[in-house]
């Protein structure tokens, strides 16, 4: 057996939190390994939130080309695929590599081990012939991946993930999306404003399930509008593929399509781990963590497999947070005259912002007008349509949107709301600043809001609080 190699801190996944956590740990000074069998950086420079949006970009300027028609004269639009496909290569470094993301790590003094990391004992990790011993503890950031659902046939077919989605160089004819949430909707749109004719099937009885009935309507809508079938409360039974399309059965009903794009959900992969090693349940859908991200003694967690949420902001916020406490305990341990006990930042998710990219936008944060009432709040409900408003008539063409506040009636706050519209995701800021920070109600309508901006209709919908 391999002598174990003393070093400060060991990060196993060096996804978005990983390499946050172990970039900014060697900053401070401290020896820290970090362990990555994939690549450096995790899914979103290379599959997710930066070449998605990139694809998103390019078809919501094929979308608004075509509004030049209502709004300016006339425009003919012949879609290509090629000049995005190419740009998305040069973001991901044309073949999908992290020498640069490597480099930047190790730049930082961290030092860089390829491989699959597993827990071999408290604060001890193992890592092919390698065994880490970390004096300060051990930080994991391996994410997750796809969650395929147990279909029969899917499995023995060439059904695409996100990956091939976002790889592909030339587009089929028709596709099939099984799965209606952000990232299935988001795919299909861009697809189907590049030519290919696009179906949904989700087994929910709406699309963006997650969120408020009035935002999976508006994305329903506007999908439909760009050609995209919609088909929910489908159950499927089978998938198969003949050589050339697959066939989606549900229900009594047939889809077929030259492809299928499965977006149902991913998972984290809890038994790689050797979490038995430290007392740590491996069979947790998601590992459980407490506000300081500790799994247990001298181990945190960060990112997608957290369960908080598989967003980029999530990570970056919880690697915050696991870096003020490895240095905390840094200090502690080394007995400095900042060791005042336990560190001050802890995670709060109340104000949780989230963006689905459609067009519209669809942005919310907090809770649900549903999840509010289950909660057993006082709720109050204030909502504006946004082509009501005087930006939106301006807009005209592609205004469509709302906006829809969730209010405690009895504390008087904001605890959720709803920003749907052509800058959905950018008016949400102003309401996740109100949901966190608890500003009164009768505060935030004595606000000045400019005008005309989309964002003014949030005083609008604050008068219809009822």
Known sequence: MAEPELVDVVVVGLGVGGEEVAGRLAEAGLT????????????????????????????????????????????QVRPDWAPVAKRIREEATDTWDDRAAVDRFTGKGGRFVRGSGTLDGPNRVRVGDQVFQARHGVVLGTGTRPSVPPIDGLADTPYWTNHQAIEVEELPGTLLVLGGGAIGLELAQVFARFGVRVTVVEAADRVLAVEEPEASALAAVALRADGVEIHTGVKVGRVSHDGDQFTVHADGAAFTGERLLVVTGRRAHLEELGLDTVGVDAGQRFLAVDDRMHVADGIWAVGDLTGEGAFTHIAMYQAGIVVADVLDRVRRTQGGPDASGTASVVADYRALPRVTFTDPEVGAVGLTERQARERGINVRVGYTDLTASTRGWIHKTGNAGFIKLIADADQGVLVGATSAGPAGGEVLSALVVAVHAAVPINQLRHMIYAYPTFHRAISEALRNLA
């Open 32 to 75: 820290v390994v970090g362990i990555e069998r994939d690549l450096v950086g995790g899914e979103c420079p290379y599959w997710g939130c930066i070449p998605s949006k990139m694809m998103i970009r390019a078809a919501n300027a094929l979308a608004e080309a075509h509004r030049v028609n209502e709004l300016a004269g006339s425009a």
